[in-house]
C-alpha cells in the first residue's frame, strides 16, 4: 500500500531522526532557539511521550522493568502515542501556523519496530501512517552514526538503547533507506560533524520552508 502524505500549507513540520546517541536533542534545542530569536513561534517536543497519555506509553516501552513486549504490541503501544501527539499536539500548532520542531516520529517506528524488530515494515507504516493521519514533516533530518559510536556514552540503558548492535544497524540502514527515497523532504547529515555545522546545515535547508510559518 503506497501512502501520498499529508503536508500542511500552514506552519512548519520539522523532524530530527536518527539513531541513539546522535545528538537529536542538541540540534533540536539550536534549532529552536534560533528561530525563536528571528520571531518564529516554535513548539519543540518529541516522541514518545510527550502528552499526558504518551507519558505512560514511554514508560512502558522504555523501562526496562517491562521486560519482554511483543513486537507487535510494542508497535501499537508506539502508534497509540503518536495519534494522541499529532492530535493534541502537533497539528494544532501548525494550524496556529507555528514551527513544530519533534525529536523522533513515524520513521522511528518503521526503524525500530519495523527494520529492527524485523517486522513487515509496510505493516508497520499502514497502522503508523493511519495513528497519524499521514501527516508528514516538510523536513526530516537524519543525524546518521555508526551504531557503536553512539551507544557507548548510555550507562543505565532503556529497553530500546540496551538491544543488540546488530538491532541498531538494521535501524540505521532503515533510516538512510527512507531518506534516499525521497531525497526533496530529507537531509542526512554525519552526526560526528561539529555541532555548529550541523546547526547550519539544517537551518541552509530549512530556510525556503518558513515562509509558511507565521512570525
Known sequence: MRFPGVYVER??????E??????????SR????????????VVLTFEPGDT????QLRRIVLDPATGTLSDRCEALL?????????DTVVRPALERGQVVITDRYVDSTLAYQGAGRSLDVAEV???????TGDLRP????VLDLEPSAGRGGFEGRDRIEGESLEFHRRVREAFVAMAAASPEHYLVLDARSPIAEIHAAIM?????????AVR
Open 125 to 131: 507504516e499502514e497502522v503508523a501512517r493511519w495513528a
Open 78 to 86: 508506539y502508534a497509540a502515542d503518536k495519534a494522541e501527539h499529532v
Open 52 to 55: 499526558g497519555v504518551g507519558k
Open 18 to 27: 536518527g539513531g541513539e546517541g546522535s545528538g537529536k536533542s542538541t540540534q
Open 204 to 212: 541552509t535547508r530549512l530556510r525556503p520552508l518558513l515562509t509558511q
Open 11 to 16: 506552519g512548519v513540520f520539522v523532524c530530527l
Open 30 to 41: 539550536l534549532l529552536r532557539e534560533a528561530l525563536e530569536a528571528e520571531g518564529f513561534g
Open 138 to 141: 516538510h523536513l526530516t533530518v
